[in-house]
Nanobody, 124 residues
């Protein structure tokens, strides 16, 4: 059964960068789109980035100057690079596997496999 695990979260100072990883087991990600979501305290979970199996990204809210999603199918891993972190970026970050193979979307019903999340805390 396909599962994903996020890693790389932790404490960072404002303005610093962080790289998160989403690694799959029990199956391959090479034919699946993958999304990154986050949930901040008191907020609904929101989608922030998605990438197709061929590496086509989408960033509906944050600019590419702040986030970059990438993947290494040989490592069965998808990454999220986060630059210039701000207090508002503090959240639990989740990766998820899209139901359809070559789609860019961040609507939660499109996703069928979710990780448990990794905590990112931005603090001075």
């Amino acid at each position: 059964q396909l599962q994903v695990v996020e890693s790389g979260g932790g404490l960072v100072h404002p303005g610093e960068s962080l790289s998160l990883s989403c690694t799959a087991s029990g199956g391959s990600l090479d034919s699946r789109s993958v999304g990154w979501f986050r949930r901040a305290p008191g907020k609904r979970r929101e989608g922030i980035a998605c990438i197709t199996s061929t590496g086509v990204p989408m960033y509906p809210e944050l600019p590419e100057s702040r986030i970059v999603i990438s993947r290494d199918n040989a490592k069965n891993t998808v990454y999220l690079q986060f630059m210039s972190l701000e207090y508002e970026d503090s959240a639990t970050y989740y990766c998820a596997i899209l139901r359809r193979p070559y789609v860019l979307a961040l609507t939660e019903p499109e996703y069928e496999v979710w990780g448990q999340g990794t905590q990112v805390t931005v603090s001075s």
